[in-house]
């Protein structure tokens, strides 16, 4: 049987659109390899947001060039962001002959058409076809207890630093029955937690009140599980989605709100469209119809012109607000985005400082929460089992560990806190 491996590189809607890829190859007949040296077909599905990203790909090429070397038959593909930047597809197609289909992001859904060309021994390069809708049917999901659903693709903010809007394309959102319908159906086969993806899913159909009464039309299914989303751009979050969110036990006390930084000079030079402000009235928000909310949230140091005292702002700001996670980046120039053309770029020296730093003040913060949970009981979704421990989430997003056995995986149990070691959670069921 001929096998496929897939690297994904990217966010969670780049690793759905990995699943949808899988989806197409089973159907054909293929199936999933245990490494790249394994497979008859390698895809490499990229991201571009930051160079780090981009770097693990050409790395990763040079190892798949020696492959190809001694399988000649082998079928290399790269699709996903990396691709849809200006002359990228170029570079590759002259720089690695090896690769046989080069395509982009809006033309997945055609790969097996890209694979019969292939086979033909033909080389495919598509990329910036239409911005139409990407869905693949029937998707391979990497888990049967928690499903992704795209309900949104593109993005047409263009925050100063990011490449998204380039490489995705002008936001467009799916048809709200047909997000009900595969929720539903995702629901009555047994998957227990759905995430909704999106770039900016607070402007799902053109904004509001759309979003709030999706979230409403997915919580009236029979059963225990939970409805998450991703993510939300806090100029856009409306009174309407908390009210929703506060409304039913299936959709989840949890939001993802990047912030990016805490100085209203740098939000401004990042065309944001909010001030520390704003965005903690948001915060204030959400405590006040759920005050158990989980809060997590993206965080960039060294954007072009930061000083030491912008950088003391963000610090302060994650203090304020105790996020129960905090993922932290380093800023990264990306060519074609208005930010790479600003002058006072930082030098990496000091924006590995201003990381390190933020990273402990978080660590901090996260242990402080973590040590006050000891003794509350959550309501936990137990998703995997590694012979020895259960792992799961509470509906506040919260990972917490605890003695079980494979029985408990896709069920929701009650897990008591023991123990907080390191910002984890471990407890028992009770
Ligand atoms: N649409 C989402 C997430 C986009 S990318 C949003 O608006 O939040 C995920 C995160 O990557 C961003 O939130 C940002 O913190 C980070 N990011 C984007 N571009 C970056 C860049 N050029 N350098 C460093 N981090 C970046
Ligand atoms: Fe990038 Fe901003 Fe769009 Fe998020 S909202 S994808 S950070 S441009
Ligand atoms: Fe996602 Fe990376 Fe593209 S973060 S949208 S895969 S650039």
């Given at each position: 049987m001929k096998k496929f491996f897939i690297n994904t590189y990217g966010c969670q809607m780049n690793v759905h659109e990995s699943e949808k890829l899988a989806g197409i190859l089973y159907n054909r007949g293929y199936v999933a390899a245990k490494s790249n040296e394994d497979a008859d077909i390698i895809i490499l599905n990229t991201c571009c947001i930051r160079e780090t990203a981009e770097t693990r790909v050409l790395g990763n090429l040079g190892m798949i060039k020696k492959l190809k070397e001694k399988k000649p038959d082998l079928i290399v593909g790269i699709c996903g962001c990396m691709p849809q930047k200006e002359g990228t597809a170029e570079y590759l197609r002259r720089r690695c002959p090896f690769i046989d289909i080069i395509i982009g992001t809006h033309n997945m859904h055609l790969f097996s058409q890209y694979l019969d060309e292939a086979l033909a021994k033909r080389k495919v390069l598509d990329i910036w076809d239409s911005e139409g809708t990407i869905e693949c049917s029937p998707i391979r999901r990497n888990s049967s207890v928690s499903a992704f659903v795209n309900i949104m693709y593109g993005c047409d903010n263009f925050c100063s630093y990011c490449i998204v809007p380039y490489v995705r394309g002008r936001e467009r959102s799916r048809n709200f029955d047909e997000v009900v319908a595969e929720v539903r159906a995702l629901v009555e086969s047994g998957y227990k937690e759905i995430t909704l993806l999106g770039q900016n899913v607070n402007s799902f159909m053109g904004g509001k009140p759309y979003f709030s009464k999706l979230l409403r039309a997915l919580?009236?299914?029979?059963g225990e599980y939970r409805i998450k989303f991703m993510t939300s751009h806090p100029k856009d979050l409306s009174e309407d989605v908390v009210e929703a969110m506060a409304s039913s036990d299936k959709l989840a006390d949890y939001i993802h709100l990047p912030v990016q930084s805490g100085s209203d000079r740098i939000l401004k030079l990042m065309n944001r469209k909010y001030t520390v402000k704003d965005y903690l009235s948001k915060i204030d928000l959400l405590r006040s119809y759920i005050p158990s909310i989980g809060i997590s949230s993206d965080l960039m140091v060294g954007f072009p012109t930061e000083t030491e005292e912008d950088y003391m702002c963000s610090e302060r700001l994650i203090e304020r607000v105790k996020y129960n996670n905090l993922f932290t980046f380093i800023y990264s120039r990306r060519s074609g985005t208005v930010a790479d053309k600003m002058d006072g770029q930082i030098d990496l020296a000091e924006k590995t400082k201003r990381i390190e730093r933020l990273i402990a003040k978080q660590f901090e913060i996260g242990n402080t929460l973590a040590q006050s949970y000891i003794g509350t009981t959550f309501r936990v979704l137990c998703d995997s089992f590694d012979g020895k421990t259960c792992f799961g989430k509470s509906s506040c997003d919260k990972s917490i560990s605890f003695p079980g056995d494979q029985s408990n995986v896709g069920q929701f149990v009650n897990v008591k806190v023991t123990m907080a070691k390191n910002n984890k959670l471990i407890g028992e069921i009770v």
């Amino acid at each position: 049987m001929k096998k496929f491996f897939i690297n994904t590189y990217g966010c969670q809607m780049n690793v759905h659109e990995s699943e949808k890829l899988a989806g197409i190859l089973y159907n054909r007949g293929y199936v999933a390899a245990k490494s790249n040296e394994d497979a008859d077909i390698i895809i490499l599905n990229t991201c571009c947001i930051r160079e780090t990203a981009e770097t693990r790909v050409l790395g990763n090429l040079g190892m798949i060039k020696k492959l190809k070397e001694k399988k000649p038959d082998l079928i290399v593909g790269i699709c996903g962001c990396m691709p849809q930047k200006e002359g990228t597809a170029e570079y590759l197609r002259r720089r690695c002959p090896f690769i046989d289909i080069i395509i982009g992001t809006h033309n997945m859904h055609l790969f097996s058409q890209y694979l019969d060309e292939a086979l033909a021994k033909r080389k495919v390069l598509d990329i910036w076809d239409s911005e139409g809708t990407i869905e693949c049917s029937p998707i391979r999901r990497n888990s049967s207890v928690s499903a992704f659903v795209n309900i949104m693709y593109g993005c047409d903010n263009f925050c100063s630093y990011c490449i998204v809007p380039y490489v995705r394309g002008r936001e467009r959102s799916r048809n709200f029955d047909e997000v009900v319908a595969e929720v539903r159906a995702l629901v009555e086969s047994g998957y227990k937690e759905i995430t909704l993806l999106g770039q900016n899913v607070n402007s799902f159909m053109g904004g509001k009140p759309y979003f709030s009464k999706l979230l409403r039309a997915l919580s009236v299914f029979d059963g225990e599980y939970r409805i998450k989303f991703m993510t939300s751009h806090p100029k856009d979050l409306s009174e309407d989605v908390v009210e929703a969110m506060a409304s039913s036990d299936k959709l989840a006390d949890y939001i993802h709100l990047p912030v990016q930084s805490g100085s209203d000079r740098i939000l401004k030079l990042m065309n944001r469209k909010y001030t520390v402000k704003d965005y903690l009235s948001k915060i204030d928000l959400l405590r006040s119809y759920i005050p158990s909310i989980g809060i997590s949230s993206d965080l960039m140091v060294g954007f072009p012109t930061e000083t030491e005292e912008d950088y003391m702002c963000s610090e302060r700001l994650i203090e304020r607000v105790k996020y129960n996670n905090l993922f932290t980046f380093i800023y990264s120039r990306r060519s074609g985005t208005v930010a790479d053309k600003m002058d006072g770029q930082i030098d990496l020296a000091e924006k590995t400082k201003r990381i390190e730093r933020l990273i402990a003040k978080q660590f901090e913060i996260g242990n402080t929460l973590a040590q006050s949970y000891i003794g509350t009981t959550f309501r936990v979704l137990c998703d995997s089992f590694d012979g020895k421990t259960c792992f799961g989430k509470s509906s506040c997003d919260k990972s917490i560990s605890f003695p079980g056995d494979q029985s408990n995986v896709g069920q929701f149990v009650n897990v008591k806190v023991t123990m907080a070691k390191n910002n984890k959670l471990i407890g028992e069921i009770v």
